[in-house]
T-cell receptor, first 114, second 108 residues
Framework: DTGVSQDPRHKITKRGQNVTFRCDPISEHNRLYWYRQTLGQGPEFLTYFQNEAQLEKSRLLSDRFSAERPKGSFSTLEIQRTEQGDSAMYLC????????????FGEGSWLTVV | KNEVEQSPQNLTAQEGEFITINCSYSVGISALHWLQQHPGGGIVSLFMLSSGKKKHGRLIATINIQEKHSSLHITASHPRDSAVYICAAAWTGNQFYFGTGTSLTVIP
């Protein structure tokens, strides 16, 4: 297994368009996290899944954001009607079990909304 | 409220210097993680601590549960250590809260 992978790595989109990011976690990891990071800041929590269940969502996750993990494996994060403020890096991470275990991050998906 | 604070925000050191980055958190945690982020985004987990001290090569991480404080030390720093170092606190059953990161530049 090569670790957590994210796709696409970079996305430039026009304001108002929808974008979707995909995350493939490490195969045996049951926990999957989505974070958003802007320049000079640490990652901010968006949401996380345990298997296919979405257990927690941040207030940062407005109605325009939706995340799924349909079969408990890969996950998608969709942003509808993108705004310039959505420009950020979207990080995916996975871990086995609860947050006391090592967490593995993907390389991130950079979004630029123009 | 769960908060994680790091200091300093930026750090410049000469090659060979001993470096310390600090992290404090507001309430008791189940684990604290130290992460390294290089330009371009990739994040690598360096340590996961729930008590005591861990060492890996030139990196040492310590945690004081009573004081709610952790430190990351780099001995004999090298330019390749230049990166952003982030601490992340985990509360049982929940997700991680991240510090804002410490940007380290090691000058040859």
């Amino acid at each position: 297994d090569t670790g957590v992978s994210q796709d696409p790595r970079h996305k430039i989109t026009k304001r108002g368009q929808n974008v979707t990011f995909r995350c493939d976690p490490i195969s045996e990891h049951n926990r999957l996290y989505w974070y958003r990071q802007t320049l000079g800041q640490g990652p901010e929590f968006l949401t996380y899944f345990q298997n296919e269940a979405q257990l927690e969502k941040s207030r940062l996750l407005s109605d325009r954001f939706s995340a799924e993990r349909p079969k408990g494996s890969f996950s998608t994060l969709e942003i509808q009607r993108t705004e310039q403020g959505d420009s950020a890096m979207y990080l995916c991470a996975s871990s086995l079990g609860f947050s006391g275990n090592t967490i593995y991050f993907g390389e991130g998906s950079w979004l630029t909304v123009v | 409220k769960n908060e994680v604070e790091q200091s300093p925000q930026n750090l410049t050191a000469q090659e060979g210097e001993f470096i310390t980055i600090n992290c404090s958190y507001s309430v008791g945690i189940s684990a604290l993680h130290w992460l390294q982020q290089h330009p371009g985004g990739g994040i690598v987990s360096l340590f996961m601590l729930s008590s005591g001290k861990k060492k890996h090569g030139r990196l040492i991480a310590t945690i004081n549960i009573q004081e709610k404080h952790s430190s990351l030390h780099i001995t004999a720093s090298h330019p390749r250590d230049s990166a952003v170092y982030i601490c992340a606190a985990a509360w049982t059953g929940n997700q991680f809260y991240f510090g804002t990161g410490t940007s380290l530049t090691v000058i040859p």
